[in-house]
Each structure stands twice: as C-alpha cells, then as structure tokens.
C-alpha cells in the first residue's frame, strides 16, 4: 500500500464503526477486545497514503499518531522535537563534540560553545560534508570568536575538505550552519575542549604549570630543577631516561613502585597468558632490559584430583562436518580441500606453566582400573578461554573404560562463486537452498553461523549472494505460488566468539532488507526462556529442508520433520569418540539423537540445516531451542547417532541487540 519509494510514508486508515482516523504501522483498527485488527479485513476502511515525513527521524508507529500529531519516535544526532527539525544550544562544558547528521533543506542551527575563564576554546572538525561553493554561498558552517551572530567571523566552510583547528581568543565561540532549498548532504561532526598555556603541559620534570593568563604561565619546579620550563637537571641526577614502551595489547603494564631504577611488570587480561619477559627495567644507558613480552590467547589447565590420570595432546585445528559443507562436497563430486600449500606446524609462543593454547586437547582416564569415570573423557581448549566438556573426577566403582581412540581429521575448506547460503551448483535454479532458518521478527531471521561463512572464516560472504524464502512448504515454487516472499538480504552479523573450526557459537543474524509480510502461512518464532539453563533431556521437534531434492517425491517434496530426543554432553562426546570422531562439545551446543521408538520421521538432522523447537505455553506456539551445527559424515541416516545444535537460547541477548 506504501510507495516502495518513501521510505516514511504512513497509511491512514478510518475505522468503519469508531469513525475516527488512526495510523500504524501495519494500519488498523482497534476491535472490542482491544486487539489491533489490520485495515484491510474491514470492508468499510478508506485507505490512502498521507506520506508524512519526518525529516531526519524515525516515524514511531502509535494508534493515536493523526489525533496528537506526535510522529518522530526518535532523531537522527543533533536533531530533536516532534518533527526532528529542532536543533542548536547552549553548551557550557568542559570539553563535547556538535553533530548534525543528514541535514533538511532549509535548516538553520546555532550553537553557542562556553567554558570558564581563563580558558580559551579549541574546536576541530572530524568530519565535514556539505554542498560546495567557492564562496560557501548555499550550506554552510559559519564560526564567530564570541558568544553571539554579532561576533568577528572566524571562517565560513563547506564542501568536505576539513579547515585546521580553530582556536578562540576568549572564553565562548559562536557556531551557525545554514542550508538552502536544494541538495542535501552528510552534515558534519566537530569535537571542541578547552585549551589555555598549559593545556599541552610544557613543564618538564614534573613540574606544576601555574597560569597567569590564558597565553601566558610559569613553572613551579621540584627541587633541583630550574629554568622557565624546569629543564635545567642537577648534574648529579643526569642520566638517560628509556622511551616510552610499545604498546601492549591484550594487556596493561604498571610501575613496581619503590624500586630503583625504573621496573614496569606486565599482566594480561583474562583468557590470555603471558609470554616472555614478566619485568622490563630501564637501564643505564637509556634501553629497556629483555624483550618485549605478549599476552596469547590461552586456557588454564582444568584442575583435576590426584587419581585422574591424563594426556596433554598438542594443539591441532579440528574440522567438523556441517550439512553445508557435505552438501557441497556431494554437488562437487569431491571432498573439499583447503587451498594452499601444505604447511608445517606453526612455532607456538612459549607459556607459562599451567596454560595451554588453543585447540590443545587434554584426554582423561583413571589412574586404577576400580574407579569410575565421570565427565568428558576429552576437553579442547576453545578461543574464548574456556575448556569444552564437563568437568572430570573418578570415584570407587565397577570399573571404568579405557582411553579413547583419537583420529586426526584434515581441515576441509569450500570455495564457490555463490558463497554458502547460495550456491550456483543447481543447472535448474540460480539460486540454491543450502540453509533452514528462523523468522524471529518481519526484518530478522536467525541461522548457523556456518551457512553465511566460507568454511574456516569468521567474515560473512556478500549480503547480495543470500537471499530468504519465507511461506514456502514445497519444494517446487509452483505449488507455493501465492504465499511465496523471495526478501533481499541488508546485511549479515556473525557472533564476534565464532568459532569455525570448533563450531563453538555457531550463530548469526540475516537482516532483511524487505520486510516479511505475517500470515496464516509465515510467523515469527519465539524464543526459549531457559537462557543459561543447562538442557540436557526432553524431547523436541527438528524440521528443516533436505539440502538435495528427493526425486522419488518430485512435486510433492516437502520440508522434512522428526522427533529427536536431548541428551547431555557425556554421552555425546563418547558416541562421537568410539566412532572415531573426537570432537569437543561446548556450553554452547545441544546434543540430540532420533532413535526409532520417538516416532515417526523422514528427516536426517546431519544433513539438514534445519532447526531444533519446543511447545510453547500457549497452544500453537512454538519456540526455538536450537539450529541444526554439525554431525557424523554417512550416507545413511543412523538415528542412534547424535547431531550437536547451537543452543539458541545462550545468545538471546545478542539476538535482541541486533534485531533493532
């Protein structure tokens, strides 16, 4: 009903029965439960377009917007009031920044910039983007030394060349912008702070900058130092000073105090170990002792009791087996192969004591034959610090397995002109299904990082290489013709703990550049609300599309459906061991096998990027609990294998943040 084009435009809907105009952003009518009923199914509705605008803002979507005429729910920087065209101030402050972002025609703001005396102002402009003319003659930023339009002008600017730091001769600058009815541009961001003599503290030694005006200071030294600017050192205290040290990331360094000389000790940050040097110490001739040190990303070993035996097995990237991944291995013909030479093993930094790199796996048994085993037999050092699995103890028993068998598994990398999402491997279509998703509002949908992520990298591909299909229930288009919505994808966030190699936070977010039209045959679903509840039994319903057409079924070829039953993370990683599949599974991850007695099912989860749900309270309601990570590598479909999901459920917080 929108022009595709006005981007705030607003439809007005009269309700037949109340007679009085509403607006909304899906337009409709209040019925006698207070429930929002759309426009469209009263046929009494007079419908047509008001395109109000609201200038630099966003439009809030409110029932009573055409009665209190309130439309901005909120404005662009440096704009405000109810039509976003307010702008300009008074600004008594010590130091702050001006924005004015996606300027309207025919706008004019004034700024008046105070701090207190002796204090003079500089200003700086970060950004500056205006239409240009030679003379500034249209849109333009205009600076006055004072406190008023009457004051000497500094400068006129516009275009988008920044001008130099402007600096006032008193205590207040006075800033006006103007632009005419024509072109519109980014607009411009300034940082402004107070500045005086001694703001760039020309004392040395320590000393104490006093000023007597704002252009004008004098030194108060310690004892021993001497001169305008306490430069002049006692003979007896001459001596070189080391430079400053580089920069330390993943970490800070602080003086030991009450040591001679200077000592600077260094300490990493949590989930990071330190390598190298703990001290440096400056030295008589003006050089740091030792070498500069590093923080590496690193675990500390899990403490275990004394009748825990264990095998600390070097650090080695593992590879997992997504329904992506096969699916491109089986168009291909071929298992994929990482690109590249072959390379050896990379010299690793040395740690201290007690600390292991990332991807070292450390095996765990009894000591004795007479105790029993509890946990995870294997842990990985994961890249967030922590440790995969559950922690290990043994205790008196029956007796207890003996270690595991481990395989080592080659890393497998895909490359493809359509990216994972998208694939140009089908001869019919130009697009091809490789991932099932969930619709959680009408410009979100929620999918396993590794679908919109080239194998062993943490980047999303091009948002114009994916696209989402909603409403669809065959897999041919045709039968699906009327509910079908092909949506552009905007853009494509991936969680910043990503793991692609361990699989460890397997979650991303589609935004849609089109908006999902809600019907009987498209909705939204919910999220579980057991966020940081550990899910280890109970039953749920996986469904998801089979990446391959099943050509048995043809035309009639639906989304596939099953019931899988959870299980906690021991179990899992044992199955996977005994199959020679060492694998490590993470607080973030579900386990889930299918098992014949659960009931009917024509869905393989390994398979299918398909998604794990749960009943909600109310009747019809669904909830999601996880997205569908990676499995064993078979042709057949074994029910008793395990399948491991991304709990959904750990990230809702990080969802929410990037639905807005």
């Not at 920087?77 to 702008?87: A, L, T």
């Not at 030194?219 to 580089?246: H, Q």
Request: charged share 20%; aromatic share 8%.
């Amino acid at each position: 009903m929108c022009r595709g084009c006005c981007e705030y435009d607003v439809i007005r809907c009269k309700c037949p029965i109340q007679g009085t105009p509403v607006g909304y952003a899906v337009p409709c009518c209040r019925n006698a439960i207070n429930e929002c009923d759309p426009c469209i199914i009263h046929p009494g509705c007079s419908i047509f377009e008001n395109c109000k605008r609201c200038n630099n803002g966003t439009w809030g979507p409110r029932d009573d917007f055409f009665i209190t005429g309130k439309y901005c729910a909120e404005c662009r920087p440096g704009w405000s009031g109810g039509d976003c065209m307010k702008c300009g101030g008074v600004l008594r402050k010590r130091q702050g920044h001006l924005v004015l972002e996606s300027y309207p025609n025919n706008a004019r703001c004034e700024w008046t910039i105070q701090v207190d005396r002796p204090f003079t102002i500089e200003l700086r402009f970060m950004m500056l983007s205006l239409e240009f003319h030679h003379s500034c003659r249209y849109d333009y930023v205009e600076v006055r030394d004072g406190d008023s339009i009457n004051s000497g002008v500094i400068g006129r600017f516009c275009g988008n060349s920044r001008p130099a730091p402007i600096q006032s001769s008193g205590n207040s600058l006075h800033i006006l912008f103007v632009s005419d009815g024509y072109k519109n541009f980014d607009g411009f961001f300034a940082t402004f702070q107070e500045n005086s003599a001694c703001s760039s503290s020309p004392c040395l030694h320590d000393g104490t900058c006093i000023l007597d005006s704002s252009y004008t200071y004098h030194c108060a030294c310690l004892a021993g130092y001497t001169g305008k600017r306490c430069e002049n050192v006692p003979v007896e205290r001459v001596c070189k000073s080391c430079p400053p040290l580089p920069r330390f990331y993943h970490g800070y360094h602080q003086v030991v105090p009450g040591l001679e000389p200077e000592t600077v000790e260094f300490f990493c940050n949590h989930s990071y170990a330190l390598s190298g040097d703990a001290r440096r110490t400056c030295q008589p001739d003006g050089t740091w002792s030792g070498k500069q040190p590093l923080c590496v990303r690193a675990c500390r070993e899990p403490k275990v009791s004394e009748l825990v035996k264990q095998r600390v097995l070097p650090p080695q990237t593992p590879s997992r087996k997504t329904p992506v991944h096969k699916f491109y291995s089986s168009v291909m013909g071929r298992q994929l192969q990482s690109d590249g030479p072959t390379k050896g093993p990379p010299v690793l930094p040395q740690l201290p004591q007690g600390f292991h790199h990332l991807y070292t796996h450390i095996e765990y048994e009894c000591h004795s034959p007479f105790y029993q085993h509890s946990g995870s037999s294997r842990r990985t050092c994961l890249k967030t610090g922590k440790w995969s699995g559950r922690h290990v103890s043994c205790s008196p028993g029956e007796g207890s397995r003996g270690p595991l068998e481990t395989t080592t598994l080659t890393q497998n990398k895909y490359t493809d002109d359509g990216e994972a999402g998208t694939g140009n491997h089908n001869q019919v279509s130009d697009w091809q299904l490789v991932c099932s998703g969930a619709l959680v509002n009408q410009r979100s949908v929620v999918v396993a990082a590794h679908c919109v992520t080239e194998l062993g990298k943490v980047y999303p591909v091009d948002a114009a290489k994916i696209k989402v299909v909603v409403g669809k229930h065959y897999r041919d288009d045709h039968r699906d013709s009327k509910g079908l919505q092909h949506l552009r994808v905007a853009s494509i966030v991936v969680h910043p703990n990503y793991d692609p190699n361990i699989l460890d936070s397997d979650m991303a977010v589609v935004k849609l550049l089109d908006k999902a039209r809600i019907g009987e045959k498209v909705l939204p679903l919910c999220f579980s609300e057991n966020q940081g509840v550990e899910v280890t039994s109970g039953q749920g319903l996986v469904t998801g599309w089979s990446l391959l057409p099943d050509s048995s079924l043809g035309a009639d070829e639906r989304a596939r459906v099953g019931i899988v039953h959870l299980a906690d993370v021991v179990p899992c990683e044992q199955q996977y061991a005994r199959n020679g599949v060492p694998v490590s599974v993470t607080d973030n991850m579900l386990c889930a096998s299918q098992k014949p007695d659960y009931g009917p099912s024509n869905i393989c989860p390994s398979d299918t990027g398909g998604i794990l749900v749960i009943p909600g309270e109310s009747k019809g309601l669904w909830r999601i609990l996880g997205l569908v990570s990676f499995g064993y590598d078979q042709g057949e479909c074994d029910p008793d294998l395990y399948t491991v999901y991304t709990h959904v459920a750990n990230f809702k917080d990080w969802i929410e943040s990037n639905m807005k």
